[in-house]
């Protein structure tokens, strides 16, 4: 039998260039990012100080939590790749969900 993930083994390698552009291309294009930042960046700019050093350094430090944000992320992909690559555990993290959901629902109802 093979596992639930064999799928993902046959699939060609995809270099880490394109992974990087194709992760800043999704970020760049996405609506709701661009509506964080304009709701976020007023409130931390001064009109008494010159816009572009101030919008230099919060740029730069959204970047960097940015980016390890999204390196944990990937991290935690891979590591649960490799814990659902054995079958039992697929079962287990499907029965976890499913307990959870029902709960989810019997809270909701006796709520």
Do not use: H
Request: net charge positive.
């Amino acid at each position: 039998m093979a596992t639930p993930l064999a799928g993902a083994e046959r699939q060609g390698s995809v270099s880490n260039k394109t992974l990087v552009l194709q992760g800043f291309v999704t970020a760049i294009t996405s609506p709701k990012g661009w509506t964080f930042f304009i709701a976020l960046l007023p409130p931390f700019i001064s009109p008494d100080y010159a816009l572009l050093p101030q919008l230099s350094v919060l740029i730069t430090v959204i970047m960097v939590l940015e980016f390890i944000c999204l390196t944990l992320y990937a991290s935690g992909g891979r590591t649960l790749r490799n814990i659902l690559r054995k079958s039992g555990n697929v079962n287990v993290m499907n029965r976890i969900s499913g307990s959870m959901m029902i709960a989810l629902g019997m809270w909701l109802a006796l709520g």
